[in-house]
């Protein structure tokens, strides 16, 4: 599944569709994949920004394993970031500029997770 969002300057939860919330953070742009379960895969993209992802379970855990990496040489910062079931945030972000690629792998208890792109 592949999405496009269009950078956006203000805080507040632009819409919810099928499959896919955006929600503008810090006058950049977010890609979020809401309740991904168990087993799912994601590609996201903003304007300047791009990041793929895997859920996997085990033992009542689940797993968000993937990367993300800066597009454009705007100037942005990219990053991304996942809610858990538990209520725990996980979070990584990069200013290395343009071409910098970095890798996640976060674990929390439950069975989904809301993972978003965004720049800043």
């Known amino acids: 599944m592949r999405t496009f969002l269009r950078k956006i300057s203000t805080g507040a939860i632009v819409s919810v569709a099928v499959g896919t919330m955006t929600l503008g953070t810090l006058a950049g742009t977010a890609n979020a994949k809401p309740e991904g379960h168990c087993g799912q895969s994601f590609t996201a993209e903003t304007d300047g920004a791009t990041a793929h ?34 209520g725990s945030t996980k979070r990584n972000q990069t200013c290395d500029g343009w071409g910098s690629k970095r890798s996640f792998k976060w674990t929390a208890p439950g069975s989904i997770a809301d993972v978003y792109l965004y720049e800043y």
């Open 53 to 86: 992802w895997s859920l996997d379970c085990s033992g009542g855990q689940i797993t968000v394993d993937g990367w993300y990496q800066d597009d454009e040489p705007d100037g942005d910062c990219v990053g991304v970031k996942a809610y858990f079931a538990d």
